[in-house]
C-alpha cells in the first residue's frame, strides 16, 4: 500500500500532530494549551504581582482619570501623545474604578494581558508557515522570556502588551481571512480591521503591522489581487497616523523633548537591538538550526527575523540610546519566540531519535534560567527602583507643611503627581518645592532628600 501524500513547503512540513486533526482534539488541546500557559506565566510572576507603584504609574493613574473615563474622550483625542496609548488609560481607568489605588489589581491586569499574548503567539499556529508545532513552544519560551520583562511587570507599560494583543489579532484575523474562502469570510477581514484601529490607539509601534501584513500576502497569496485593496487601506491609515503625531510637534512630549528624531541613527539602533535581543537563547537556537539544518525550518526563522525588524523599526528613532528599551522589545519578542520554537521542534525531530529526552531538558534548562534571573536579579531591580516614591510619600503623609525635594533620582514633575494620587489631595508648587542644591530649606519648609540609586 502507498503511503499518503505528505505536501512540503521548502523545508517545512504542513504535517500536524494528531491531537490537532479532529475539532473535539482541537479544543481540547486548545484548552490544556491555555491553562498550561496561565500556570506558567503566573508562576514566573507570580513574586512580582507584590510589588507597589513604580514611578510612572502614577502618572498612568492620573492620567487614566482624567482620560480614561468617557467624558474625557474628547480631550484625549485632542493630546497627540497619550491619544496613541488610550486603550491602557482606559483599562487602566476601570482598574482604578473598581479597586481604587491599590497596586496588585494593576499588576494582575498586566499579567492577565500577558497571559493573553501567550495563548495568540500559540494561536499563530493556524498560519501555516508557522504550524502548531513551532507556535506552542514559542509561546511557552514567551510566557518566560526576561528580556521583555518590563512591559509584563511596570504598569505603566501596560500600552506595550495591549498593542502586541490588538496587533496580533488583527494580524490572526488577516491570515485566516487569506488563507479561508467562502461568505463569512468578509467577517474576519472586518476583524482585522476592528483590532488593527486598536492597536493604533495602543501604541505607535502598530504602524509596523501593515509591513507585516504584507509579508504575509507575499509569501503564500500574492495571487490573491483581493488583498491588495485592505493592504492599500492599512497603509494609508498608519501614513495618517504618523502625520497626526509628526504635524504636532510642540504639542508632542516626544518631540518636543528631543527623544525621537529622524536624525537618530536607526541604522545602529536596529542591529543593536536585534543582537542584543537574541542574546543568550536567540544565538542558541540559530545554533541548533544550524546544526540540525536539513530538518530547520528556516523559513520560520526568516520571517521571525523580518518580524523583530518591522517591530524595532518604530523605535529606530530614539536619540538617547542605540538600543531599544526592554520594555519596548514586547512585539519584537514574538519573533525570538518563534526562532527558539522551530529550534525546539529542529531538536526533538533530529536529536529526539537517539535521545529523545534531549529537547526537553533544553526547554527546562531555558525556563528555569529565565525565571531564576527574574527573581533573583530582577526582582529586587524593581523593589528598589519603587522604594524613593514609597518612601516620600510615606513622609509626605506625616507633615501637612510644604515639602522642599532635593536629590530625588525622578524627574521632578511625578512628584506632585504621586503625592497627590497617593494623598487625594492637592499637591501643586505651594505644596511640594522642587530643586536640586543643598541651599537650607525656607522657613515653612520641611526639606526632603532621598540619594538612592536606582
Known amino acids: 500500500m502507498l503511503p499518503a ?20 482534539h482541537n479544543w481540547a488541546a486548545f484548552l490544556l494549551t491555555g491553562i498550561a500557559l496561565g500556570a506558567l506565566c503566573f508562576a514566573v510572576y507570580s513574586p512580582f504581582l507584590s510589588l507597589p507603584f513604580i514611578s510612572d504609574d502614577y502618572l498612568q493613574i492620573h492620567l487614566a482619570r482624567k ?39 494593576h499588576n494582575y491586569a498586566s499579567l492577565f494581558f500577558h497571559f493573553l499574548n501567550c495563548c495568540l503567539v500559540a494561536a499563530l499556529g493556524v498560519w501555516k508557515r508557522i504550524g502548531w508545532r513551532i507556535s506552542v513552544p514559542a509561546a511557552v519560551f514567551f510566557a518566560v522570556h526576561e528580556g521583555h520583562q518590563e512591559a509584563v511587570v511596570w504598569m505603566a507599560a501596560l500600552h506595550d502588551s495591549l498593542v502586541f494583543f490588538f496587533g496580533v489579532l488583527a494580524f490572526l484575523c488577516w491570515v485566516l481571512w487569506l488563507q479561508r474562502t467562502g461568505r463569512r469570510r468578509h467577517l474576519l477581514l472586518a476583524a482585522a480591521a476592528f483590532f488593527y484601529i486598536l492597536a493604533l490607539l495602543s501604541k505607535e509601534s502598530a504602524v509596523a503591522f501593515p509591513p507585516l501584513f504584507a509579508m504575509a500576502w507575499w509569501l503564500d497569496h500574492r495571487s490573491d489581487r483581493q488583498a491588495v485593496i485592505p493592504l492599500v487601506v492599512a497603509a494609508v491609515l498608519a501614513l495618517l497616523y504618523a502625520l497626526a503625531i509628526f504635524t504636532t510637534p510642540a504639542d508632542h512630549q ?28 536567540g544565538f542558541l537556537s540559530l ?4 546544526r540540525y539544518r536539513r530538518e530547520a525550518r528556516w523559513p520560520v526563522a526568516g ?18 540610546m542605540t538600543r531599544v528599551p526592554s520594555r519596548h522589545t514586547y512585539l519584537a519578542s514574538l519573533g525570538l ?17 537517539r535521545r529523545p529526552w534531549v529537547a526537553a531538558a533544553i526547554l527546562i534548562l531555558a525556563l528555569v534560567h529565565n525565571a531564576g534571573f527574574l527573581w533573583i536579579h530582577k526582582l ?75
Open 380 to 454: 529586587p531591580q524593581y523593589q528598589r527602583r519603587a522604594a524613593p516614591t514609597e518612601r516620600l510619600i510615606e513622609f509626605a503623609r506625616k507633615t501637612g507643611a510644604p515639602i522642599r525635594v532635593e536629590c530625588f533620582p525622578y524627574p521632578e514633575n511625578l512628584v506632585p503627581v504621586a503625592l497627590s494620587i497617593a494623598l487625594d489631595r492637592p499637591a501643586g508648587p505651594e505644596a511640594v518645592k522642587l530643586r536640586y542644591s543643598e541651599a537650607p530649606a525656607a522657613p515653612g519648609e520641611i526639606p526632603y532628600c532621598d540619594d538612592s540609586t536606582i
Open 254 to 281: 516626544h518631540l518636543r523633548d528631543g527623544t525621537f528624531s529622524w536624525r537618530a541613527p536607526f541604522w545602529i539602533t536596529i542591529p543593536h537591538s536585534l543582537l542584543r535581543m537574541l542574546w543568550i537563547w
Open 5 to 24: 501524500k505528505v505536501h512540503h513547503w521548502p523545508l517545512v512540513t504542513t504535517v500536524e500532530p494528531p491531537i490537532l486533526c479532529s475539532s473535539s
Open 337 to 353: 519566540a518563534l526562532i527558539a520554537g522551530a529550534a525546539y521542534v529542529a531538536l526533538r525531530e533530529s536529536a529526539g531519535r
Open 67 to 105: 482620560y480614561g473615563d468617557p467624558s474625557g474622550w474628547g480631550s484625549l483625542a485632542q493630546d497627540p501623545l497619550y491619544r496613541c496609548r488610550a486603550t491602557s488609560l482606559v483599562v487602566t481607568w476601570l482598574v482604578d474604578r473598581f479597586f481604587g489605588l491599590w497596586a496588585a489589581p
Open 287 to 290: 545554533a541548533v538550526l544550524w
Open 303 to 320: 520571517i521571525s527575523i523580518a518580524w523583530a525588524v518591522f517591530t524595532f523599526a518604530p523605535y529606530s528613532f530614539l536619540t538617547f
